[in-house]
């Protein structure tokens, strides 16, 4: 399974951001995406979880009501709606896929990832 997230940048304080993460390969083995981040000096930390193909999401407290995680199955893909951006979501993003059949914030359930995309939120 390969993943691809993009849609990184810089942009200011309260707004919004979509990133996006293609999926490919043998996605009959992922059971779930996630979306997990790493700001300098700080361990990855989860962000976000949806179901493939089967629905459920998950997030981090940090994040409840401003992002939003959602599946494209047109495109395989996992979209991160980022809205009211704070400077504290400033990290580089990781998707990642997991063969494990309940959602998890662990990244040490996930067997895939994709490479970071960096966003940057100014004040």
């Known amino acids: 399974v390969q993943l691809q997230a993009f849609g990184g940048g810089l942009v200011q304080a309260g707004g919004s951001l979509r990133l996006s993460c293609a999926v490919s390969?043998?996605?009959?083995?992922?059971?779930?995406v996630g979306w997990f981040r790493q700001a300098s000096g700080k361990e990855r930390e989860f962000v976000a979880a949806?179901?493939?193909?089967?629905?459920?999401?998950d997030y981090a407290d940090s994040v409840k009501g401003r992002f939003t995680i959602s599946q494209d199955a047109a495109k395989n893909a996992v979209n991160l709606q980022m809205s009211n951006l704070k400077p504290e979501d400033t990290a580089v993003y990781y998707c990642?896929?997991?063969?494990?059949?309940?959602?998890?914030?662990?990244?040490?359930?996930?067997?895939?990832w994709g490479q970071g995309t960096q966003v940057t939120v100014s004040s």
């Open positions: 990642a896929g997991s063969g494990s059949r309940s959602l998890s914030k662990g990244p040490g359930q996930y067997d895939y």
């Open positions: 949806i179901g493939w193909n089967r629905g459920g999401a």
């Open positions: 390969g043998r996605t009959s083995t992922t059971y779930n």
